[in-house]
C-alpha cells in the first residue's frame, strides 16, 4: 500500500508540472533493483538520485544502519550497475547523491576552492549548511557538531561562526596522501562517525576505495 500511494503522490506532483528527482538510499533490500527504480524516475520525468553510503549508527538514533549496509564488495558492485546504467541511459544518468546534500539539485553552486589543509571537500561550511528540527544549523546532515543557532544569534552571525568552526576543523592527511585519494568519497563527517576522529582514515571507506581503484571503475 505505501509503494503505490507514494507512486500516486509522484504522479499527482507531475500532473502540477512540479518538477521533482526521486532519490533513494541502497541498502541490502534494493541494491539489486537499481534498474527498476531508475525506469520508475525515467516514467516519472524525474531526476534519479542515489546515496551510496549508510554511516554508523549516531547518538540519540535507536536503530542498526549497519545491518543494511552494502559491504565493500558490494558497494563497488553497486557501481558497477550505474556505470552500465549510464551508459544505458546516457541522457537520463543517475546522480550519485550526497547524504548531506541533494547535490543534483543544487549544480548551479560554484565549487569552493579547495586547499591542502581545507578538511572539507564539499560545499559544507562553504556555501552549504543543514537545518536541524530543533533550529541548529550544522555543516551538513551527518553532523551533529559544530553547531550554531540562526534564530537566537541572526543569520549572518551564526552563519560565520559555523564557517570559523569548519576551518578550524583539522584534514585527513593520511587520506589526502593516500593512493587512492581518488576513488574515495571521505570527508570530516564521514571519518568522524566511522573512526571518532575527523582526521583519520576509516577501514570501510579505505577498503571501498582500494576495490574501486582494482577493477578500475570511476566513481
Not at 552494502?70 to 544505458?88: G, M, S
Not at 546534500?101 to 561550511?125: H, R, T, V
Request: aromatic share 10%; hydrophobic share 30%.
Amino acid at each position: 500500500e505505501g509503494f503505490s500511494r507514494v507512486l500516486k503522490g509522484i504522479k499527482l506532483l507531475r500532473q502540477e508540472g512540479i518538477n521533482l528527482e526521486l532519490k533513494t538510499t541502497a541498502v541490502k533490500g534494493n541494491w539489486k533493483e537499481f534498474d527498476a527504480i531508475g525506469a520508475i524516475a525515467r516514467k516519472n520525468e524525474a531526476v534519479y538520485g542515489v546515496v551510496n553510503y549508510i554511516s554508523p549508527r549516531r547518538e540519540g538514533y535507536g536503530n542498526d544502519p549497519l545491518g543494511e549496509r552494502l559491504t565493500p564488495q558490494e558497494v563497488v558492485e553497486h557501481d558497477a550497475i550505474r556505470v552500465a546504467y549510464n551508459k544505458k541511459n546516457h541522457k537520463e544518468p543517475v546522480h550519485i547523491a550526497n547524504d548531506e546534500y541533494g547535490e543534483s539539485l543544487i549544480k548551479s553552486i560554484s565549487e569552493p576552492e579547495q586547499n591542502d589543509n581545507d578538511a572539507f571537500l564539499c560545499q559544507a561550511g562553504k556555501s552549504g549548511f543543514w537545518m536541524t528540527w530543533d533550529g541548529r544549523m550544522t555543516p551538513c546532515g551527518l553532523m551533529n557538531e559544530p553547531s550554531v543557532y540562526p534564530m537566537r544569534q541572526g543569520f549572518n552571525v551564526a552563519w560565520e561562526e559555523l564557517k570559523e568552526y569548519c576551518r578550524k576543523i583539522p584534514a585527513c592527511l593520511e587520506c589526502h596522501d593516500c593512493e587512492y585519494e581518488s576513488e574515495c568519497y571521505y570527508c570530516p563527517a564521514r571519518l568522524k562517525l566511522e573512526t571518532g576522529a575527523y582526521d583519520k582514515a576509516a577501514p570501510y571507506l579505505c577498503e571501498i576505495a582500494k576495490l574501486r581503484k582494482n577493477i578500475k571503475i570511476t566513481v
